[in-house]
């Protein structure tokens, strides 16, 4: 063998694993059931499906969703807060915004409860004066209550730290020298960067997360080396980079989403890959559907992010929105009588009906069962096949008869709630951020993505749907793929007027100087080392910056400020001469290369697309039963043509190609969808044509 590397990605029903060796043609896959009471046990065992000694693995990268999980959940660990005095209830307050746009309902639960929220005498003011100087006694006070207290984990978090860091580089030095674990973090060590109630939400996350993620990642890497793994195991960050298991404790707010970050990042190369450089992706997994989108080739990029209402995240990260809809979500009757999809899950265990592990409640993927769009006797990560009996059953007496249909009919019910739910996630981060979805193609991963991806991409005016090569295992693909990476910032918040350009030009060095720093602590081994340095630039008196690409070498005022000018004028069709400009912030980004992945791996054998075909099925689509052919994945050949209705299988997932949609194989392996409508004739793309 050559060069082994193999990604892993935990999601809430099943553990996804990919082997490649590209020097070697070789490609494995395997895929677990999710051991929710201890992830590294499914961990281990998905390894040992894939067949190859762990001593002779030489990349093992993992995406995690245990620290997103914790958030979401409420089941982080027990914080502390140590704050200035007459700002306890900063991260309660928050912006005063509502749960609901309308109407009196909601309600919210901070991370931090207001018990362990403690206030100490100290003050800062916006330029990094000290007014008040930090009362030691009061932060030893503090230390003293949470120790009786039971608080597994302390938040330093000091009005105008990310200007001046004196007084919380002190008082962590106090709490460390009397707290019995490694669970400290002063706000500064995680962003330096303006805005006390985001800054503050983003290290209280980090602190209610890092027990968990850490004690899990050492779990797994000690776990690994007892089986005899050499390497230093890696673990996805959201921005879509990777960093070292030993340094995952001081960064754990940055594995927040890198399960979901690690299958856009795959989407990405995938889509450039067949020439197509803008995407919306859907990854649908067992509990969750996550929508990103791909604009030129790269995903966007976000410093801004709502985890939940109330809960901001400020950390560059891929810019996903999730809903709580996907192949495990339970259908049910709310009180108003509506038919609603999720965002409850049956999980992985006792998963839906048709799983046979005690499911008694209605799902996604249970109506798909009954619809015939998946094979009820060979299911994925279970020996039995689906009681198309008990399914019926559920559905009559949890939907059925509550509506008044029959059990086929709240089958097909369910579907079109939950599309008209996903189609709804997709407009959120294209419509309404200004992009037209009939500009992109869709790309449906995750195991339920391709089940219902023809139905969104018409709902949308989506022209194009890409079914990757191994749609369930598209994030863990995605851990293969990743660089090493690392981001910085820091708030300068000056007007261009008063800015010294070789402050900032230090200031990049030193940012740039700090991630090689890390790279060498993780000791990954990269072929080459980019430095990336941006400049957020807004108007005095307005809020929302607008970031601009920048040379380390040099930061030249009056290019940076023309560029925003004509940024400024692009975005909203404006020219304001008489504002003045503000640096706020100052954004660098240091990736350790790592050699790319040849997709090459995954092209298809030529063949005669018959040769596929595998059997027929009655499958249900709009209210009609079709007689649809059934292809196996595998055997599709290069350039291969199916017509819709059509129901291609594969072991991670079942893609359905509706009535009137087309598709053809390409040179990647991957499957492309012509959507059209029930009248459309026979399709091939350019590359079958020319073949």
């Not at 395997?30 to 190859?52: C, I, M, N, W, Y």
């Not at 890497?221 to 960050?237: I, P, S, T, W």
Request: aromatic content about 6%.
């Amino acid at each position: 063998m050559g060069s082994v590397s193999v990604g892993v990605d935990v999601g809430g029903t099943f553990t996804d694993f990919i082997l490649l060796d590209s020097e070697a043609g070789i490609l494995r896959t395997a895929k677990v059931p999710t051991t929710v009471d201890d992830r590294a046990t499914g961990f281990l065992s998905g390894l040992h499906a894939l067949e190859v000694p762990i001593d002779s693995i030489d990349w093992l990268v993992h995406g995690t969703t245990a620290g997103t999980n914790a958030v979401l959940e409420r089941k982080g660990a027990r914080c502390g807060l140590i704050t200035t005095q007459g700002f306890r209830d900063a991260l309660e307050l928050g912006r005063r915004t509502r749960p609901h746009a309308y109407g009196l309902s909601g309600s919210f639960q901070p991370l931090i409860d207001r018990c362990d929220r403690l206030e100490v005498r100290e003050r800062m003011d916006a330029r990094g004066n000290v007014v008040v100087p930090l009362s030691e006694d009061d932060v030893k006070r503090a230390v003293d209550h949470f120790l009786r207290a039971g608080v597994e984990s302390i938040v330093i978090h000091f009005l105008h730290s990310y200007v001046n860091p004196d007084h919380e580089r002190r008082c962590a030095e106090i709490v460390r020298a009397h707290w019995h674990n490694q669970n400290v973090v002063a706000g500064h060590e995680i962003i330096r960067e303006m805005r006390e109630f985001e800054r503050g939400s983003t290290a209280a996350i980090h602190a209610s997360i890092r027990p968990i993620v850490s004690d899990y990642i050492d779990r797994v890497a000690q776990r690994l080396k007892d089986e005899g793994f050499k390497n230093q195991l890696l673990v996805m960050q959201a921005n879509g980079g990777m960093m070292s298991s030993s340094i995952v404790g001081q960064h754990a707010v940055q594995t927040v989403m890198s399960g979901p970050a690690a299958g856009v990042l795959a989407a990405a190369q995938i889509a450039k890959a067949s020439h197509l450089p803008h995407v919306i992706t859907g990854d649908m997994g067992g509990t969750s559907y996550d929508v990103a989108i791909i604009v030129n080739g790269e995903p966007v990029i976000t410093a801004e992010k709502d985890l939940a209402y109330a809960v901001p995240i400020r950390i560059p990260m891929i810019d996903i929105h999730s809903i709580g809809s996907g192949g495990g979500s339970i259908a049910h009757i709310d009180k108003a009588g509506m038919l609603r999809v999720g965002p409850e899950s049956a999980g992985s265990f006792p998963g839906p009906i048709g799983y046979g592990r005690g499911g008694e409640r209605p799902t996604i993927t249970d109506a798909n069962f009954l619809l015939g769009r998946i094979n009820p006797n060979s299911i994925t990560g279970s020996d039995e096949k689906a009681s198309i009996v008990k399914i019926e059953k559920a559905m009559v007496e949890e939907v059925g008869a509550p509506l008044g249909l029959t059990a086929i009919d709240a089958a097909a019910a369910i579907i079109e709630v939950a599309v008209q739910d996903l189609v709804g996630a997709i407009r959120l981060i294209s419509i309404d951020k200004g992009c037209d979805p009939r500009d992109f193609a869709l790309m449906p991963y995750g195991g339920a993505g391709p089940l219902h991806a023809v139905a969104i991409a018409r709902e949308l005016g989506i022209p194009q749907v890409v079914v990757p090569r191994f749609p369930g295992l598209t994030s863990a693909l995605g851990c293969v793929m990743a660089n090493v990476r690392h981001d910085f910032v820091q708030t300068i918040n000056k007007l261009f007027d008063d800015l010294d350009p070789l402050e900032v030009v230090e200031l990049m060095n030193a940012q740039a100087d700090e991630g090689r720093a890390l790279l060498q602590i993780g000791n990954v081994e990269v072929e080459s080392i980019e430095i990336c340095n941006e400049v957020d630039v807004l108007y005095r008196g307005q809020s929302h910056v607008m970031t601009i690409p920048v040379v380390s070498a040099e930061f030249n005022i009056e290019a940076v400020k023309g560029k925003f000018t004509e940024l400024y004028l692009d975005r909203f069709n404006l020219s304001l001469p008489e504002m003045k400009p503000m640096l706020v912030n100052v954004r660098t980004t240091v990736i350790g290369v790592r050699a790319p992945v040849d997709l090459s791996i995954f092209r298809p054998q030529n063949g005669d697309v018959d040769q596929a075909i595998v059997g027929k099925r009655r499958v249900y689509f709009a209210g009609e039963w079709h007689d649809a052919l059934i292809f196996q994945r595998e055997k599709l050949p290069l350039h291969g043509i199916v017509e819709g209705p059509a129901i291609i299988e594969q072991a991670d997932t079942t893609i359905v190609v509706d009535p009137g949609a087309s598709c053809v194989v390409d040179e990647f392996g991957s499957i492309l969808i012509k959507v059209g409508s029930v009248n459309t004739v026979r399709y091939a793309s350019q590359a079958a044509v020319e073949a």
